[in-house]
């Protein structure tokens, strides 16, 4: 029986990575809300039901068996005369784990579809864990026949090839799909080629929520078959959205459905930000935060951020100053607490200093004062926030940026404490960016106040960790503006030196820069989590050794000798059939 109207609620929902029970309990009452607004169908995200990514929790056989028996009793739930729910999960058959989308309906389940295209780049292990299945078919959901094409599968041609050529008339596509700078673009261009050579309606269903470093931002949208935009849901909030759908002559159209306004830029990175660590915080049961206010312009937009997350009354600043921290900085720290209206403590750290320093004197006698000192201060920093943690209960929220974490500019078991830095995928100069922008906007669902929280003071002056007199970063770093395009040739680009060097910078600035980067590999295997914004974070997109001897010899003229491959011959025969 086919029929001309379909009306399919989309449940953009922040599911928990191994909540099943609750991530059921978020299922069901996604589906009474959609029963209430009329739906034939509800729509969830991809592996919903055990969360994602759930990494090797997923190759736990009890976890399995917990995720499926959860999909079980919502299947049996459906024989209520509701609307049908397609829903994600992991499901082992024959001996194989998959990547599987459910459809639930009658008190059954009606059909299963197993991702097919398995991402195994950047953030994505699913080969690690999951076996592809074999190419979909449609499935038929109230008389309408429906592709399932499971998030990746859609960045290729094949998978929505083939469920056009088998009968599909609407194309549903689960996503988790993270966050990062310009991802919008490129999720719409992806999905405006699969509609333009199926010719059929996409509706792109997205996960939201934070899951360590990862800031899945929803803004889940649908494209008809012309591709116009027909539906557009909000970023890095849940949502629920009913869409209406008609048979229109061939094909079908969305006729009703929300278009809002989605974030892009630097409020979308803010919002990122704020997000993941608001979920990061909460979803690990942490009472609140604590976190060093120096008066300087990373930790102030942490304490921003953190405000913005989880209102005032969870965010404890502490102000740890020595004879080297400036009356400024006492002042704006000060000043950036109370625009902010957090608890703000001042705990002066010259009794632990000295008692280090007394320690290791009999060790260091005739030796002369160098960075042990000046890192004295920032472990003894670490060691009184990490102690307030312990107490209380708060999580430490460290607070270095890209450009520092790139070239060590930070102290392993000192300022690099904590539990999660919400800056640490942010370079130096976005954090100017982002300072500058809270003052003047503050994100959709943030609980700190309007207008100004950070003084303009912390934002104009020199940047400097105020470990000896008369300090600034750039005695030891080039200016920010040079070293974060210099990282992100390196970083992102992955450029050869001689590369950076022809974009007009100094040949000796980038090789340091590179040295410097290559050495801090190690300090990075030791630090907190941070959320994601950028294309290429350092944790889970960048594997490189600590161990590690390379450095690019600089010039591009190190090229292969092709006299000596010629005589090879060619890799394969160019008449092979493949």
């Known amino acids: 029986m086919t029929r001309d109207t379909l009306s399919i609620a989309l449940a953009q929902l922040n599911p928990t990575v191994g909540d099943v029970d609750g991530n059921l309990e978020r299922a069901r009452r996604a589906r009474a809300e959609g029963a209430g607004l009329g739906a034939d169908l509800v729509m969830f995200s991809e592996l919903f039901l055990a969360g994602y990514p759930p990494e090797d929790l997923v190759l736990k056989p009890a976890f399995q068996d917990t995720c499926r028996a959860a999909c079980e009793v919502l299947a049996r739930e459906t024989a209520d005369g509701g609307p049908a729910v397609l829903i994600g999960l992991p499901w082992a058959e024959n001996g194989d784990l998959h990547n599987t989308y459910a459809l639930l309906d009658g008190g059954v389940i009606q059909a299963v579809r197993h991702k097919v295209d398995l991402p195994n780049y950047g953030v994505f292990d699913e080969k690690r864990v999951f076996v592809p299945g074999p190419l979909p078919g449609p499935v038929s959901v109230r008389g309408v026949r429906i592709g399932i094409p499971v998030c990746e599968d859609i960045w290729k041609e094949e998978v929505v090839e083939c469920l056009a050529e088998t009968g599909a008339e609407i194309l549903l596509v689960p996503n988790a799909s993270p966050y990062w700078g310009g991802k919008t673009d490129e999720r719409l261009n992806i999905a405006a080629a699969r509609v333009t050579e199926s010719g059929l309606p996409l509706v792109y269903l997205n996960q939201v929520g934070g899951q360590d470093e990862l800031v899945f931002d929803g803004a889940s949208f ?204 942010l370079y130096k100069m976005e954090v100017y960016r982002l300072c500058a922008l809270r003052n003047r906007w503050k994100p959709r669902g943030a609980l700190g106040p309007d207008g100004e929280v950070i003084p303009e003071r912390i934002i104009t002056k020199a940047p400097s960790a105020e470990l000896r007199e008369d300090q600034k970063d750039q005695d030891s770093l080039p200016p920010y503006e040079v070293l974060d395009d210099i990282l992100e040739c390196l970083v992102e680009l992955e450029m050869r030196v001689s590369d950076v060097v022809a974009r007009g910078h100094d040949p000796d600035t980038v090789r340091k820069i590179e040295r ?21 974070n350092f944790g889970r997109d960048r594997r490189y050794p600590i161990v590690n001897r390379f450095r690019d010899p600089g010039t591009a003229a190190l090229q292969p000798d092709e006299a000596l491959y010629r005589a090879a011959g060619p890799a394969r025969s160019d008449a092979a059939d493949y």
């Open 222 to 425: 649908a494209l008809d078959a012309d591709c116009s935009l027909t539906v557009q849901m909000p970023a890095f909030v849940e949502s629920i959205a009913l869409t209406r759908w008609e048979r229109r002559g061939a094909g079908w159209t969305c006729v009703e459905a929300p278009k809002a306004v989605v974030e892009d830029g630097e409020p979308a990175d803010y919002a990122a930000c704020m997000l993941g660590l608001r979920d990061y915080v909460d979803k690990n049961r942490f009472p609140g935060v604590v976190l060093g206010l120096s008066g300087g312009i990373d930790s102030a937009l942490c304490a921003a951020m953190a405000v913005d997350a989880l209102g005032p009354e969870r965010v404890h600043c502490i102000m740890l100053p020595y004879r080297y921290t400036s009356s400024d900085s006492l002042d704006d720290a000060q000043d950036c607490a109370r625009r902010l209206g957090v608890r703000y403590d001042v705990m002066p750290i010259a009794p632990a200093v000295e008692g280090l320093e007394a320690c290791l004197a009999p060790l260091f006698a005739g030796k002369p004062r160098d960075i042990t000192e000046e890192n004295v201060q920032s472990r003894a920093r670490g060691t009184l926030l990490m102690s307030v943690s312990n107490k209380f209960g708060p999580m430490v929220v460290t607070t270095g940026n890209k450009s520092e974490m790139s070239v060590g500019y930070a102290t392993l078991y000192g300022d690099m404490n904590g539990g999660f830095n919400p800056i640490k995928d």
């Open 516 to 536: 410097l980067l290559y050495l801090a590999e190690y300090k990075r295997r030791q630090s907190a989590p941070g959320v994601k914004v950028t294309r290429r």
